[in-house]
């Protein structure tokens, strides 16, 4: 047994006195012209008008307004819809769900945007046109995410008609604002 022993520390030590293997390098691989990583057009919105209540519902004004967003982009080729889990969030975009034939996703609102980016990447929708419905206090926020400046710092509480379009390259993004 104490053989064994001597024979293992020998040999530990050899193996140690032999030289330390460098640790290897890291390959930086550019990011190719044609990726589409964090690429793509995306339409974001705020919820149409909502009936009070936390977890609340669509008024009617708000329903007329959310088939105007269809009827606006219903030939835009949207191949996804990335919606936060509330009702009314929901409604905004169930006419182009449901007429248009378009899938949806749920993303958690949060004030940095990352939970959206990460639901995008998860589901590799990269470099597709994608919808995006969310909130006042988190649309903002959202469009600093993707690196665009919008001329607005925050959304007023009765105002449900911007549209913004991002054109998100990967050298650039553009950002255009409209109201429906």
Not at 163 to 177: N, P, T
Request: positive net charge.
């Amino acid at each position: 047994m104490m053989r064994i022993m001597m024979a293992g520390m020998i040999l530990a030590g050899v193996m140690a006195a032999c030289g330390q293997s460098k640790k290897p390098e890291r390959v930086v691989t550019p990011v190719a012209e044609d990726s589409t990583f964090l690429t793509g057009t995306f339409f974001l919105v705020r919820h149409a008008e909502k009936n009070p209540g936390r977890d609340s519902t669509l008024t009617e004004e708000g329903r007329l307004r959310a088939g105007r967003l269809y009827r606006l982009l219903k030939d835009s080729s949207i191949s996804r819809i990335y919606s936060t889990p509330f009702k009314r969030t929901v409604q905004t975009g169930d006419s182009l769900r449901i007429l248009g034939g378009v899938d949806t996703a749920f993303y958690q609102p949060d004030s940095t945007g990352e939970s959206l980016l990460y639901e995008i990447s998860r589901r590799g929708d990269w470099g597709k046109r994608i919808l995006v419905i969310g909130h006042s206090n988190t649309l903002i926020p959202l469009l600093k995410s993707f690196n665009t400046k919008p001329k607005m710092d925050s959304i007023a509480d009765k105002d449900y008609g911007n549209l913004f379009i991002i054109r998100k390259g990967v050298q650039k993004a553009e950002l255009a604002e409209k109201r429906y």
